[in-house]
Structures are given as structure tokens and as C-alpha cells.
């Protein structure tokens, strides 16, 4: 069975400090992988989508950065952190596309201080 | 941009009573996915309707499609305690050739009261 990772659970950094979020998916081969992000009380803002290995689509201009180094990793970076990058940061994957819908990881509560 | 938007944004019932959310959308569909979100959890996909579909049930689930209307209902029978959650749609709408991606409401924050 498929199975996607996302870690930490929760992260606490400081203003101007780099950000690594690590998401993997096992079970599958060539996934699409998306990066979203969350404020409290509110929708889903995709960040980034992939559909292969080094292929990154940004959706939002913002202070983040996206890689797919591997066919089932997933990362989502940033030099230096803002305050406005406070969140919660899901990672996803989806199969045909999308057609049979997304599954998403357990989230990644960050708040920058 | 939003294209799914769920009202009501917060529904407060008894446990046993049965829960109605609904979404509009503005645009045409490919299909349309309803998902639920515990408190600080990811998202968990309970069902996906086709836009030639017009009403799906799974479990306690049943979604129905009115593409005419541009609008999709949720109800949840027989809610539990469990059942609390935010309960998002999103829609499908992607053009052939493009990279299918998901617009998403803002969610129903569902309370049931035991």
C-alpha cells in the first residue's frame, strides 16, 4: 500500500533562519507531489506541484523554493524565513493525475519567530 | 484563485443527526472531491464525483452533483462524534493538456455534539 511521510510534525525557527521539509512518498512510482500551505482557519494555497523528477511548478511568488531530487522525495526550502511564513505546510501526492484524488501527509506546523 | 466555497462555514448538530454541507463552484468541472480535516491534521479523501455523476454514496456518505447548478451537497447520516472535522471540496478543472491541479474552498467547520 501507498504511504507518504512528512516530517517534523512541528517546528519552531526563528526569522531569517533556512527551512527543509522533507516529504516521501513508498508504494508508487512517479507520483505527482504537491506542496500546500495552510493559515488557521482557512483553505489550501498550493505552493508547488511536481510531475517528475527535477520538475517544479511554482504557483504563488513567495519566499519558498521546492525540489524533487529523488522520484518519491518531495522538499520544500527556504533561505530565510519570514514571520508570513508561519503555517501549516502539507505535502500530497496523487496518481492518473488526480482522478481517483489526493492523499495527503500528516502536516507540518511551522511557526517562525 | 477559490473556486469551491462551502457554506455553511460552521455547523453545530447532535450526535445522530444527519449533516448538509454545500459547494458551488463557478466554472466547469471535471470532478469534484470532497476531503475532511481533523484539527491539525492532514486531509483525508472520502469521495470523488464525476461530472457526469449525480450522486455517489459511500458508508454514511452520500454527495450529490448538480453540474447545471454548479453546486455539490455533502450529507453525513447518522452523525457521531467522531464525524467533527472541517470538511473541504475541491474541484477538478483542469483543460486537456494541462497538468491537473485542485481549487479548494474554504471548508465547513462541522461540530457534533454528543
Known amino acids: 500500500s501507498q504511504t507518504i511521510h512528512q516530517w517534523p510534525a512541528t517546528l519552531v525557527q526563528p526569522v531569517g533562519s533556512p527551512l527543509s521539509l522533507e516529504c516521501t512518498v513508498e508504494?508508487?512510482?512517479?507520483?505527482?507531489l504537491y506542496w500546500y500551505r495552510q493559515a488557521a482557519g482557512r483553505g489550501l494555497q498550493l505552493l508547488f506541484y511536481?510531475?517528475?523528477?527535477?520538475?517544479i511548478s511554482s504557483e504563488v511568488p513567495q519566499n519558498l523554493s521546492a525540489s524533487r531530487p529523488q522520484d518519491r522525495q518531495f522538499i520544500l526550502s527556504s533561505k530565510k524565513l519570514l514571520l508570513s511564513d508561519s503555517g501549516f505546510y502539507l505535502c500530497?501526492?496523487?496518481?492518473?493525475?488526480?482522478?481517483?484524488?489526493?492523499?495527503f501527509g500528516s502536516g507540518t506546523r511551522l511557526t517562525v519567530v | 484563485s477559490q473556486q469551491g466555497e462551502e457554506d455553511p462555514q460552521a455547523l453545530s448538530i447532535q450526535e445522530g443527526e444527519n449533516a448538509t454541507m454545500n459547494c458551488s463552484y463557478k466554472t466547469s468541472i471535471n470532478n469534484l472531491q470532497w476531503y475532511r480535516q481533523n484539527s491539525g491534521r492532514g486531509l483525508v479523501h472520502l469521495i470523488l464525483i464525476r461530472s457526469n455523476e449525480r450522486e455517489k454514496h459511500s458508508g454514511r456518505l452520500r454527495v450529490t452533483l448538480d453540474t447545471s447548478k454548479k453546486s455539490s451537497s455533502l450529507l453525513i447520516t447518522a452523525s457521531r462524534a467522531a464525524d467533527t472535522a472541517s470538511y473541504f471540496c475541491?474541484?477538478?478543472?483542469?483543460?486537456?493538456?494541462?497538468?491537473?491541479?485542485?481549487?479548494w474552498g474554504l471548508g465547513t467547520s462541522l461540530a457534533v455534539n454528543p
Open positions: 500530497a501526492w496523487s496518481r492518473d493525475r488526480g482522478h481517483k484524488g489526493y492523499t
Open positions: 475541491a474541484t477538478d478543472a483542469t483543460k486537456a493538456g494541462n497538468n491537473r491541479k485542485l481549487i
Open positions: 511536481s510531475v517528475g523528477i527535477g520538475q
Open positions: 508504494g508508487t512510482s512517479n507520483p505527482n
